[in-house]
């Protein structure tokens, strides 16, 4: 895709993510069946359905800004994401040191889509997105609870085990 306007940038940063989050729903239920910690295994649920929401919430914006359309595009940030998962998974024996692994892949993930979901929101917000605005913003505040209650789940639980 040719990218000469910051429509275009838009487009493609849309389309990017749309593919990365496609990505994880494919993911996550992985993630979920690797892990032993009961929070843990129940977080990787409960954002698998999130994830499965802001695919909807995405499909919601293009239907409602006719100036967007996504493209069929592969984002390669994400499939390195989740092979770094992947690793985690097949070099690391089942328990609390694994989960803490998988703790650590899975706020990689929620960094880049925290990061793009920033970025979005403000591209948005210039090209005069309003409801493609408010949709990416909710998104955005799902990923950033995602990343805290990773960030609980390591800091009361996972390490201090995986430290023993």
């Known amino acids: 895709m040719t990218i000469k306007?910051?429509?275009d940038l838009f487009i493609h940063a849309l389309s990017d993510v749309y593919s990365a989050e496609k990505q994880l729903t494919r993911a996550l239920p992985k993630l979920a069946r690797a892990a032993e910690q009961e929070d843990l295994v129940n977080a990787f649920k409960t954002?698998?359905?999130?994830?499965?929401g802001q695919i909807e919430r995405l499909d919601k914006l293009v239907e409602s800004t006719p100036e967007v359309r996504i493209k069929r595009i592969k984002c390669l940030a994400?499939?390195?994401l989740i092979e770094e998962g992947q690793e985690v998974i097949d070099a690391i024996e089942s328990g609390p040191v694994r989960d803490a692994g998988l703790i650590a892949a899975?706020?990689?993930?929620?960094?880049?889509?925290i990061a793009t979901y920033g970025t979005l929101c403000a591209l948005a917000e210039k090209l005069g997105y309003t409801k493609a605005k408010k949709l990416l913003g909710e998104t955005l505040e799902e990923e950033k609870n995602t990343d805290n209650k990773l960030?609980?789940?390591?800091?009361?639980?996972?390490?201090?085990?995986?430290?023993?």
Request: charged letters at 25%; aromatic letters at 2%; zero cysteines.
């Open 151 to 164: 960030t609980l789940i390591a800091e009361q639980k996972v390490n201090a085990k995986a430290a023993a």
């Open 106 to 113: 899975a706020q990689k993930v929620e960094h880049y889509e």
């Open 78 to 80: 994400m499939e390195g």
């Open 47 to 52: 954002h698998l359905e999130e994830t499965q």
């Open 5 to 7: 306007s910051l429509n």
